[in-house]
């Protein structure tokens, strides 16, 4: 049984990630386990049942969260640890079997697929979930939008420290961007080079982002 920690509500999982995951979790139910901040649960369910162990990094609280990892790493329960908050992904130190930080966007996005091979092959594949199919791709693509559009709607006064503000969705839209196509770079010492930039240059940056991280997938450059 695959465990999901995480709340769903006003179904925002569905609105996030299109796809319906009300019914995505009854479809298979036989596999997961969803639990809310509502659910009746058993830490014994963990050690008798878990094959994998999904849970955000704050469900329900810190301490809850804490617990469950701490079942997992003794009894060597396969875990992954997500957030929105997170931009890579990392995997613990020496250990296939632990991801101690991947985004929230990414694992759902990829979740299906973990779950129709764990079905298939009943295997934890704990890089599918990481990787998926073409993850980046798509997400470059709709950052691209969201970030054409407000660079669109503020060039006309750009500063970038005054719109692209440190930690609001802009900002981790780039710094995502960034990660996609130069992970081996720090965000914070590209940041020093953007402060004098203009909004077509920033643009043209981006669109260079974009490209590289579609060329890793095999894309055409036919995008926009």
């Not at 617990?67 to 997992?72: E, L, Q, S, T």
């Not at 599918?128 to 993850?135: E, I, R, V």
């Not at 791709?137 to 054409?148: C, D």
């Not at 839209?173 to 930039?197: C, G, M, N, Q, T």
Request: charged share 25%; aromatic share 14%; proline share 2%.
């Amino acid at each position: 049984m695959i465990y999901i920690f995480d709340d769903n509500k006003h179904a925002q999982l569905s609105v996030n990630y299109r796809i319906n995951y009300i019914k995505f979790f009854e479809k298979n139910k036989s596999v997961i386990k969803h639990i809310s901040q509502h659910s009746d649960y058993k830490i014994s369910e963990l050690t008798d049942n878990a094959k994998c162990v999904l849970i955000h990094h704050s469900f329900p609280n810190d301490i809850e969260t804490d617990r469950v990892k701490a079942i997992c790493k003794e009894y060597n329960i396969p875990l992954v640890v997500f957030s929105n908050q997170y931009t890579g992904t990392i995997f613990a130190p020496g250990k296939s079997n632990y991801i101690s930080q991947i985004k929230k966007d990414r694992m759902y996005f990829n979740l299906n697929h973990f779950v129709e091979n764990f079905i298939k092959k009943g295997e934890v594949n704990l890089k599918l979930l990481a990787l998926g199919k073409n993850y980046e791709a798509e997400k470059a693509l709709i950052i691209l939008n969201r970030l054409s559009f407000f660079i669109f709607k503020h060039h006309s006064n750009f500063n970038y420290y005054r719109n692209i503000e440190s930690e609001n969705s802009e900002w981790k839209d780039l710094k995502e961007l960034y990660h996609f196509a130069l992970p081996e770079k720090e965000f914070d010492s590209i940041e020093e080079e953007l402060e004098f930039i203009d909004a077509p240059s920033l643009l043209k940056i981006i669109k260079s982002l974009v490209t590289k991280t579609l060329e890793k997938y095999g894309y055409e450059n036919s995008y926009y």
